[in-house]
């Protein structure tokens, strides 16, 4: 059981909008910035958004993320084939004093 | 260009010891904190150590502490892991990541990650 809730699986078909979301608490993302890493398949994870929603250079502006509270949201427009992978939220937390991931989010693309 | 290499990885009975290492280039790596995750076979991703940019700051998840220790030498540009009394838990692909910031908690991301080396702890 992960600290940070996220939808095992999502889908869209390509050029659409999804979003997967990533539960927290008061004690990670309540207080802490959220940073989303992209696993492409048979690869290490990647960077994506960093400070709930900066992105790294090289990474479309296609991605976005957001935080509200104790939850935040990575979205992808104009969904490609290329954005299939796994998607993980992370942050640090208070209570726990250890980096907190959420168990993933598989993105299909139909 | 930033790389981290892990070494170190195989396969080894339970109860016994292993010393990962990473090796990184491209940075000046004592101005940074450096962690490690693992991803166990199919399953997500764990944080598992990380440690500031002078080893200050040391932090463990629960699943491994008292039994990993994390250090750098930062004469050499190296991260380690040492892991004793291995469990078949511990069974995963372990990767090094370069943070963002000297420290190795709180406001901080993972960026990039190593490729990887993977442990299997089976008799």
């Known amino acids: 059981q992960s600290v940070l809730t996220q939808p095992p699986s999502a889908s869209g078909t390509p050029g659409q909008r999804v979003t997967i979301s990533c539960s927290g608490s008061s004690s990670n993302i309540g207080s802490n910035t959220v940073n989303w890493y992209q696993q492409l398949p048979g690869t290490a994870p990647k960077l994506l958004i960093y400070s709930n929603n900066q992105r790294p250079s090289g990474v479309p502006d296609r991605f976005s993320g957001s935080k509200s509270g104790t939850s935040a949201s990575l979205a992808i427009s104009g969904l490609q084939s290329e954005d299939e992978a796994d998607y993980y939220c992370?942050?640090?937390?208070?209570?726990?004093?250890?980096?907190?991931f959420g168990g993933g989010t598989k993105l299909t693309v139909l | 260009e930033v790389q981290l290499v892990e070494s170190g990885g195989g396969l080894v009975q339970p109860g016994r010891s292993l010393r990962l290492s990473c090796a990184a280039s491209g940075f000046t790596f004592d101005d940074y904190a450096m962690h490690w995750v693992r991803q166990a076979p199919g399953k997500g991703l764990e944080w598992v150590s990380g440690?500031?940019?002078?080893?200050?700051?040391?932090g463990y998840a629960d699943s491994v502490k008292g039994r990993f220790t994390i250090s750098r030498d930062n004469a050499k540009n190296s991260l380690y892991l040492q892991m004793n009394s291995l469990r078949a838990e511990d069974t995963a692909l372990y990767y090094c990541?370069?943070?963002?910031?000297?420290?190795?908690?709180?406001?901080?991301?993972?960026?990039?990650w190593g490729q990887g080396t993977l442990v299997t702890v089976s008799s």
């Open positions: 990541a370069k943070g963002a910031r000297g420290a190795a908690a709180g406001t901080d991301w993972f960026d990039p």
């Open positions: 992370a942050a640090w937390d208070d209570s726990l004093n250890v980096w907190v």
């Open positions: 440690i500031s940019w002078s080893s200050y700051s040391i």
